[in-house]
Structure formats: structure tokens, C-alpha cells
């Protein structure tokens, strides 16, 4: 069966207000997780996992598939939800996330999930990933995409530098990345603890075609992942996101990083996505 892809603004929309929920429920099941990045993220994995891969969600080994590398791998739980809304697997199979005996860790594993290119956990190394795959497949003929979703907290390291410079210098026009720029990381905000402002002129000093979106925007991100592959050059997607996205007493507070709600809390936040929901349904574009 051939995945049909969601081309419908409202309908992407809608999905990312799902994923938003499924992933509030299944941190609520697990009792321990991360909230903020993955809500902030919701939008970007809508899009991506329903218009923007070339996927076959129930043939995960299809060879002609767009390979998704994710390298900030504690925001796996948006992901997942992702990918059971996709078809993957069972949407029940969610609430087994960081549970004993899961295939949906804390951190992915890429033999223990089908459809997860990469196992991730220590930020930086899937960056790496990416290029050594975007290098692959130029070399092996392939004309499929890979895509490589990388955080703010993550450029501490010198590893996501060391791999655009590559990437850069080797002219991966078949590898596109992005950026979640929330401005929040485990203990505070990024510019307090390893500041990185202006990041998309230190990216363009890298000879890196680089795009800044509004990355809860999904036209905003469909339009950069067009512009990014008109461009024949490896690109950038600096994804200004809002940690905590829809729900109002998460959103830009660091302090959710890597805290699950509670039942009242859980009630809430799915109060507000509901009313959200409905917004959209009424929504004239
Ligand atoms: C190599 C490595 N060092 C430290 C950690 C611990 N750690 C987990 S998440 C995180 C913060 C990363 O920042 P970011 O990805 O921007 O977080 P978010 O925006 O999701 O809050 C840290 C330091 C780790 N997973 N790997
Ligand atoms: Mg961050």
C-alpha cells in the first residue's frame, strides 16, 4: 500500500495538533520523559513524516526511501507518536514508551524499532550520521533524501560543526538539515549557557545555504524544504520553534525540558490542544 502523503494545510495542521496530544499521553504513561522539545517539534513532525519524506511506513526497509536521521534523540517521544500516526505501528504501542521490554526507548535504537535510522542519546553524533549517509548514497548512484534534525542544546559540542563543515565542503546537496532553535536546553537557556546568536550568520559563514523559518509554521517549513533542494547545495533549516507549543503553562520554561506532566496537568494541556483543534477546524484559509 503507497502512503499518501497529507497536502492539505488544515489536515497537517490537525495532524500536529494529534501528535501534540498522542505524545502528552504517552509521557503521562511513562511518568518520566521529555515535554518541551517535543511539543515545540510537533508541527516540523507532521510535516515531515506527512508531506516531506518519500516513506512507506509499512515496507520501513524500502530502499528508495528518504532516510530521517534524529540526532537530538531525547525528543524522540514526538517521533514516535509521528510515526504510529504514520502507520508504522499500533498507536496503543505508545503507551509502552520507556517501559520495560519496549521498543520505544527513552533514546531510539535503531534495531529495535523499524523506521529508525540511527540510534541517538549523546547529542552531536547524529549530524555525523547524516553526512556519513548523504556521502553514501551520493557515492552508491541513490536519488534519495536524507534529513537530519539537530537542537541548539547540541552545538556545545564540536561535533554538529565538524559535520556541516564536511558536509559544506563536500557539497551534500541530498543531505537537508534542520535546527530546533526553542532557546532552551537541559538547565537554562542557551544564550546563558554557551551562547549562540547570530547562529544562522555563523552558518552562512560556513559557506552553508541557510534558511530561518518560523518552525511552527508548516507552510513555512514546506516552502524552505523547496527552496532547500531548488538550491543543489547542502542547506540549513534553523527552525525557530516555541518549547512547550500549545499548551500555555509549558511554553519557553526550560523547567519542561525533561519532565512529563502530571494527571492534572495532563487535563489541562488536553483542554487547551481541544480548543486549538477546534480553531483550526474553523479556520478560513
Ligand atoms: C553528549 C551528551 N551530553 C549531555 C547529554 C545530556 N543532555 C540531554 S538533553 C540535553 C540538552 C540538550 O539541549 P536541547 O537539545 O536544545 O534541549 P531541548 O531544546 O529539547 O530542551 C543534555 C545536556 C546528552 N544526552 N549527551
Ligand atoms: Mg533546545
Redesign the pocket.
Known amino acids: 500500500m503507497t502512503f499518501q502523503k497529507l497536502t492539505d494545510l488544515r489536515q497537517l495542521k490537525l495532524m500536529a495538533n494529534t501528535i501534540r496530544q498522542d505524545t502528552l499521553r504517552s509521557l503521562l504513561e511513562a511518568k518520566s520523559g521529555?515535554s518541551?522539545?517535543p511539543l515545540g517539534l510537533a508541527d516540523f513532525f507532521s510535516a515531515m513524516y506527512f508531506n516531506i519524506l518519500n516513506h512507506e511506513p509499512k515496507n520501513p526497509k524500502w530502499e528508495f526511501r528518504d532516510r530521517f536521521v534524529l540526532s537530538?534523540g531525547?525528543?524522540c517521544p514526538v517521533q514516535y507518536t509521528a510515526m504510529a500516526n504514520a502507520g508504522y505501528f499500533p498507536k496503543e504501542e505508545l503507551m509502552t514508551l520507556r517501559k520495560l521490554g519496549t521498543r520505544l526507548h527513552g533514546h531510539p535504537h535503531n534495531g529495535s524499532l523499524p523506521g529508525i535510522e540511527n540510534s541517538s542519546?549523546?547529542?552531536?553524533q547524529g549530524t555525523s550520521q547524516a553526512v556519513g549517509k548523504a556521502l553514501a548514497a551520493r557515492m552508491e548512484g541513490k536519488k534519495h533524501y536524507i534529513y537530519c534534525l539537530t537542537?541548539?542544546?547540541?552545538h556545545n559540542?564540536g561535533q554538529p560543526w565538524e559535520a556541516w563543515m564536511f558536509a559544506a565542503k563536500y557539497k551534500l546537496s541530498n543531505l537537508i538539515a534542520f535546527i530546533?532553535r526553542?532557546y532552551?536546553?537541559?538547565d537554562g537557556n542557551?544564550e546563558n549557557i554557551m551562547p549562540l546568536d547570530p547562529l544562522d550568520e555563523k552558518y552562512r559563514a560556513f559557506n552553508i545555504n541557510t534558511i530561518s523559518v518560523d518552525g511552527n509554521d508548516i507552510s513555512a517549513i514546506l516552502n524552505a524544504v523547496d527552496s532547500a533542494k531548488k538550491s543543489g547545495k547542502f542547506s540549513m533549516i534553523i527552525l525557530n520553534t516555541i518549547?512547550g507549543k500549545g499548551v500555555s503553562f509549558m511554553e519557553k520554561k526550560?523547567e519542561w525540558?525533561g519532565k512529563p506532566p502530571n494527571d492534572a496537568e495532563y487535563d489541562l494541556a488536553i483542554k487547551e490542544l481541544l480548543s486549538e483543534r477546534q480553531r483550526i477546524e474553523n479556520e478560513t484559509f
Open positions: 521529555h518541551a522539545g537530538c531525547h525528543v542519546g549523546p547529542l552531536g537542537s541548539d542544546g547540541e559540542e530546533d526553542n532552551i536546553q537541559i542557551t518549547p526550560y525540558h
